[in-house]
Structures are given as structure tokens and as C-alpha cells.
């Protein structure tokens, strides 16, 4: 009987290690490790001087203050070559006066959207879908967002994400439903009986002992 | 080239960091920081201006070379 194979092409997950890359971009040959230290925001998008992409690059762009302010990197990614990118860029600044201040990575033979899983082919076999991954400064995902082609992306999520993820690093605490900065956080749970015992007499807003919140400050 | 133009000169952000490294030894950040560039584009661009043979590495840290002070002199 013959054997059918299928080359199944793996999505880097939260928790590991991002794959290193080095690939030409906007502002020059970029690596991974060039990000070490800094956060990171590896987004891709399917294709220059097309609308939704165009509306995400000026939405980028508008949050970036906001994003270096929390000592966050923004990288963009498109199977486009360098001066499609760099006249596209040159473009939305001329139409819409919005300079794009990050790099762009012309990822040409999709060396870097293959090992980061951001071509879906029931969706384009030529181009990336809306891929967000956030790198923490140790170079570990933390986060991977998957939008498809027709559905433009939330800033104001990504950022949320962030501050999420820096609260949580900062206090090792957990952050609920639709929480923002000056909301109370989630105390881990206990994982022990007595531990379960003692915490609704920590003085935390507790709902029972698995469900406790606490300000930050 | 981010730092250097295919005609061998530094772009300007390739000056900024030539300038930066002319004083002393450096390590990326002190350069990032002096410049006012993003680190990793410091990062880079360093590679780029090693390779151009404008500066030299020193352990962790950089300088700047005759040919790259001829450069911005």
C-alpha cells in the first residue's frame, strides 16, 4: 500500500525559544539576536500597497511611541521585495503623511515565514497571513496571534497584550478578562489544601479561593 | 548597506556610530545610547561596519579604525 506524506509545517508555540532568522529588511540586514534584550513585535502581512495592510501599517506606526515607551520593537514581514517595501512606505507617507519608523523584513524565499508558520495555504499558498508574535527580551514567545487575510488587527489588544505580559513578569501575577493597567490582577491559586485554607484570610478580594484579586502599585 | 552606501561612504547613521566610536572603546549599548539609535540597529550596523573595515571588535566592545576615521574626518 502506498504511504501518503504530508509535509505538516510546525508553528512556533508560547514557551519556546523563537526561531533565530537573519534576513534582509529595511534598515539592513537584521538577526534575531540584534532584538536580544528588548521586546519584540515580529508581525507579517500579506502584501504591500494593499488596503487592510496599509491601514494596519499606519495603525503600527500610531502605537509605536506607546510601544518604545514600554521598551517594545516592532518588525514587519511581507514575502515583498526591499523596494516594494521602501516604496510603499514612501507612499503611505506621502498620501496619508505617516512616516513607518520600523523595519520591514523582504522575506523573498520565505525562509523566515516558513519557520515561523505564517503562510497558511487554505488561506494564500503565496502569502503570509496576519501573524503577530510578541518576543520577550530573553527571546522566548510569549504570544502568537493569528488573524486571516480580510481582518485587520487591534492595536489597542496587542498593546494590552504587552502590559499584560510586563505586569505578569513584574508582580507574578495573572491578568483577568479585558484587564488594563489600574485594574486589580488574579493571585495565582494556591496548589495545596492548607494553601487553599489560608488564602481567603489574606486579605485579598476573593470570590472563593481559587478566584482572588489584589491592586498593583 | 543601513550604515554604509554602496559608494563605501557611512550613511548618516553610520557617521553617528563612527562618531560615537571615535573617543573610545564602546560596547553596543554605549553607542545606542550616544546616538540616540535603537539597539539593534546599533547591533547591525556594527557587523556592517566591521565588515566595511571602519571598526574593529574588542571583546565586547568596538572601535573605531584608521580607515574609519578617515572617514568622518
Known amino acids: ?217 | 548597506m543601513a550604515c554604509i552606501s554602496p559608494d563605501g561612504k557611512p550613511t548618516e547613521s553610520g557617521t553617528k556610530m563612527l562618531r560615537a566610536l571615535k573617543s573610545n572603546l564602546k560596547t553596543p549599548e554605549d553607542i545606542a545610547r550616544e546616538t540616540g539609535l535603537p539597539l539593534f540597529r546599533v547591533r547591525s550596523g556594527l557587523r556592517e561596519l566591521v565588515q566595511a573595515g571602519v571598526a574593529e571588535q574588542d571583546g565586547s566592545k568596538y572601535r573605531i579604525t584608521e580607515k574609519g576615521a578617515a572617514l568622518i574626518a
Open chain 1, 1 to 217: 500500500m502506498e504511504e501518503t506524506k504530508e509535509k505538516v509545517i510546525s508553528i512556533p508555540r508560547i514557551g519556546e525559544p523563537a526561531p533565530a532568522f537573519e534576513a534582509p529588511t529595511t534598515h539592513g540586514v537584521l538577526k534575531l539576536e540584534d532584538f536580544k534584550g528588548t521586546w519584540l513585535i515580529l508581525f507579517s502581512h500579506p502584501a504591500d500597497f494593499t488596503p487592510v495592510c496599509t491601514t494596519e501599517f499606519i495603525a503600527f506606526a500610531e502605537i509605536y511611541p506607546e510601544l518604545k515607551k514600554r521598551g517594545v520593537e516592532l518588525l514587519g514581514l511581507s514575502v515583498d521585495s526591499i523596494s516594494s517595501h521602501i516604496a510603499w512606505v514612501r507612499n503611505v507617507e506621502e498620501k496619508t503623511g505617516v512616516k513607518i519608523p520600523f523595519p520591514i523584513i523582504a522575506d523573498l524565499n520565505k525562509e523566515v515565514a516558513t519557520a515561523y508558520g505564517m503562510i497558511h495555504p487554505g488561506q494564500s499558498k503565496t502569502e503570509t497571513v496576519r501573524c503577530v508574535f510578541i518576543i520577550d527580551p530573553n527571546q522566548i514567545i510569549r504570544t502568537v496571534l493569528y488573524y486571516p487575510l480580510t481582518t485587520g488587527r487591534n492595536m489597542q489588544e496587542i498593546l494590552r497584550i504587552i502590559d499584560c505580559l510586563q505586569t505578569t513578569d513584574k508582580y507574578q501575577v495573572a491578568t483577568p478578562a479585558n484587564w488594563k493597567p489600574g485594574d486589580k490582577v488574579v493571585v495565582p491559586p494556591p496548589n495545596t489544601q492548607e494553601g487553599a485554607e489560608e488564602r481567603l484570610k489574606q486579605g485579598y478580594e476573593c470570590i472563593d479561593w481559587y478566584l482572588c484579586k489584589k491592586e498593583i502599585k
